[in-house]
Structures are given as structure tokens and as C-alpha cells.
């Protein structure tokens, strides 16, 4: 039960300490001071951020010290600080699997290759048993919370304004990757009821939904969903959202309790959002109790 990675590494990394011990902020000149460095001031030529970086145009002017304050190292030093810690750990491994007998711990297994599936159904293959879920991220397999609108007005939400802001696609392929998109279908109050329909659900239903993260800070104008501009109901009755003990403030869940009739092969899921025009709830994750194994 106790953790003994530490240990087990130490005589690896050891011949790296000076690697390790490396601290970012020593790349700046002067006194660490964030008027100075706001100004583009003591701060050395490798921490400015490239002309033609992406980041420069998503987040810092051209030339600037790119996040660079006393308690933050900034992301161009994130990323040498983290090539030299790869470096450390690559030449230690590199060493343990040329001569394992040189190793004080335990000798690492010989590694061995995964048989190659056949066909991508492994994708589709439930994590979790009797669970369902859909998700609006990007890449995915399986269902998408889109999927579960109901028909009648599918093509209508998705055709709202409010989709392209709540859509997660970073500008200028930055941050999140255009492969790698963290969005949500968004839930506007001119929209109405925005129902989703749940099918092959299980009883005593369990029920989870949650909101997109949008970076460091909540976006503006998303309504939280278990907040009073946000009303949830399940088959017509109140839903009750409680959220996750494990939330952050970069995304939020929350666990939904209602009553539901026994025996209904599906329920319907109805979230409608109340505010202004520039408002609207976001759904990214429906998950669900599901009869499926």
C-alpha cells in the first residue's frame, strides 16, 4: 500500500538532479516584476513568443513575454521545462532496457505488442457496465448528445446561433487542437424546451449531466446548469441537480434526481434556460443508467 515510485526512480534520475532542480523563472533577467515584463521588459529573446506561432495570434501580441509573471513560468518556458524533463526520464529508461541488471529495483517486464484488432468495434465497447454515454467532445465513438435531440426539432437547435460559440473549435487551430474538440449543445432561452431523449434506461435511473470545460475561466454567458436560469425536468417532473464532489472550475457535472415512471423503456430529458439573448445553458455529457451489459 505504500507508493514506492519515488524510490524506485531515484537511482535512475539521479545523474539528472541538476535537470530536475531547474527552475524556469531563472531564464528571466532581473527582478521578476509583471509591469516589467507586461512592458516586454528583462525578459531574455528565447521567451518571446515566435512571429508565427498560433498562440501569438490566439493569446499574446507578437514580441510579448507570453505569460510570463513571478508565479507563472509562461508557456514557451512550460515547454522547454517539459522537453528537459523527457529528456531525464528517456535517458533513464533508455539505459535500464539496454542493460536491466544495472537497475536496483525490480527488472521492468519485456514489453510486449497488443494484438491489432480486426475492425474498430473495441471503440464502441462499453468502459463502464450499464452505463450509456453520449458526449460532444471530439474525437469520440458512439452516441454524440446531439444524437439524443428529439427528431422533431433536431435540425432546428443545432441551426441556432448559440451553437457556434458553445461548437469548443479553438481559432487558428490553437489551445485545443482543431482533432480535439471540447464542445456542447448549447440550450439558448429563445429555443424553449430542448428535450433529449434517453432510450434502453435502467431502474432506479442514474443520471449525469455536464458542462464543457472552457479554459481557465467559465465562458461568459454560459448558464450554469443547476443554477436558477436553468430548469431541468425528467418525464415532466423537477429534476434536482446536485453536483459532483470532484468538480473544478474548469468543468462540472451533476447528478440528477427525479421521479420516473417504472417500467418506460426510455424518459425524455428536458432542459430550458431563462435570461438574456447572449445567455444559454451547455450540455457536453448525458449520462445514463442504461439496460444495455
Not at 507578437?62 to 531525464?88: D, F, T
Not at 439524443?148 to 479553438?170: F, M, T
Not at 417504472?262 to 445567455?279: C, D, F, Q
Request: include cysteine.
Amino acid at each position: 500500500g505504500v507508493d514506492d515510485r519515488p524510490t524506485v526512480a531515484a537511482p535512475l534520475l539521479e545523474p539528472h538532479a541538476a535537470v530536475l532542480r531547474y527552475d524556469p523563472r531563472k531564464l528571466l533577467k532581473g527582478p521578476l516584476q509583471e509591469k516589467r515584463l507586461d512592458a516586454n521588459g528583462d525578459c531574455l529573446a528565447a521567451l518571446q513568443i515566435p512571429r508565427d506561432a498560433c498562440y501569438a495570434k490566439r493569446f499574446h501580441p507578437v514580441g510579448r513575454c507570453s505569460s510570463q509573471v513571478k508565479w507563472h513560468p509562461g508557456w514557451l518556458v512550460h515547454q522547454a521545462h517539459g522537453s528537459a524533463l523527457a529528456a531525464a526520464w528517456l535517458d533513464a529508461l533508455s539505459a535500464v532496457l539496454a542493460d536491466p541488471s544495472s537497475f536496483s529495483g525490480p527488472a521492468p517486464p519485456k514489453p510486449t505488442l497488443p494484438a491489432i484488432p480486426a475492425t474498430d468495434s473495441f471503440l464502441r465497447t462499453p468502459l463502464s457496465e450499464g452505463l450509456a454515454c453520449a458526449t460532444a467532445y471530439r474525437p469520440r465513438a458512439g452516441l454524440g448528445v446531439a444524437d439524443l435531440l428529439e427528431p422533431e426539432r433536431r435540425d432546428a437547435v443545432l441551426a441556432h446561433r448559440s451553437q457556434k460559440v458553445a461548437a469548443g473549435v479553438e481559432p487558428d487551430g490553437c489551445g485545443q487542437g482543431p482533432s480535439d474538440q471540447r464542445g456542447a449543445v448549447a440550450v439558448a432561452p429563445d429555443m424553449g424546451p430542448v428535450r433529449f431523449v434517453l432510450k434502453r434506461v435502467r431502474r432506479p435511473l442514474t443520471l449525469v449531466l455536464c458542462e464543457p470545460a472552457t479554459g481557465w475561466n467559465r465562458a461568459r454567458g454560459m448558464i450554469p446548469l443547476d443554477g436558477a436560469g436553468c430548469a431541468v425536468s425528467i418525464d415532466g417532473a423537477k429534476a434536482t441537480l446536485k453536483a459532483l464532489p470532484r468538480n473544478s472550475h474548469l468543468q462540472r457535472c451533476y447528478a440528477a434526481a427525479a421521479v420516473v415512471t417504472e417500467g418506460a423503456n426510455e424518459v425524455t430529458l428536458e432542459v430550458r434556460a431563462s435570461g438574456g439573448a447572449h445567455l444559454a445553458a451547455r450540455v457536453s455529457q448525458v449520462i445514463w443508467s442504461s439496460s444495455e451489459p
